[in-house]
């Protein structure tokens, strides 16, 4: 009979904790790891595919391919300027570009541990810097496709480099 009783008083406690569990892992401080980045010329969202490694600018349409969050960082000396690994929410790979021309490809790849420096940016002042401190995030003359060029080219509209970034 104790036992019966028992039972009937922990199964609603172990379910009840259950609950606040899972209501804590939902709460806005778990959520406010991820951001999503807006373009300021065109309004579209920064978007990692989540079956291959292409970038583009597309909707803001909140799919798994808008978020992002902060991986791995290095501080640069002397600057003192954060860089980090921006990583895909629904790959977990790193946006990535080689730096090696006035117009770069970005793309999504494995995060390298050794902290490659064409996978380290830096979001301060609403933009998407890279490490070499040469060359930001831009979207395309179309708004489609993004790449990684010095900041202000000739022709090309400011707002195309700036980025707005809100947590999720």
């Not at 003192?80 to 690994?85: K, L, M, S």
């Not at 999504?108 to 002042?125: I, R």
């Amino acid at each position: 009979m104790k036992s019966r009783k028992t039972l009937r008083l922990t199964l609603p406690m172990m379910f009840a904790a259950l609950m606040l569990t899972v209501a804590g892992s939902m709460s806005s401080a778990f959520a406010a790891t991820d951001w999503v980045y807006k373009n300021a010329y065109e309004g579209n969202c920064l978007t990692g595919s989540t079956a291959t490694s292409n970038v583009w600018s597309g909707p803001c349409d909140e799919s798994i391919g808008t978020y992002w969050f902060w991986g791995s960082s290095y501080t640069a000396y002397p600057s003192g300027i954060t860089y980090r690994q921006l990583r895909s929410s629904g790959t977990g790979k790193c946006l990535t570009t080689d730096d090696k021309s006035a117009t770069n490809a970005v793309w999504l790849s494995t995060c390298d541990s050794g902290l490659n420096p064409g996978q380290l940016w830096n979001g301060d002042y609403n933009e998407l810097s890279t490490y070499s401190g040469e060359n930001d995030l831009r979207t395309s003359a179309n708004g489609d496709a993004v790449y990684s060029t010095p900041w202000g080219q000739s022709g090309i509209e400011v707002g195309r480099w700036t980025w707005y970034g809100t947590h999720y």
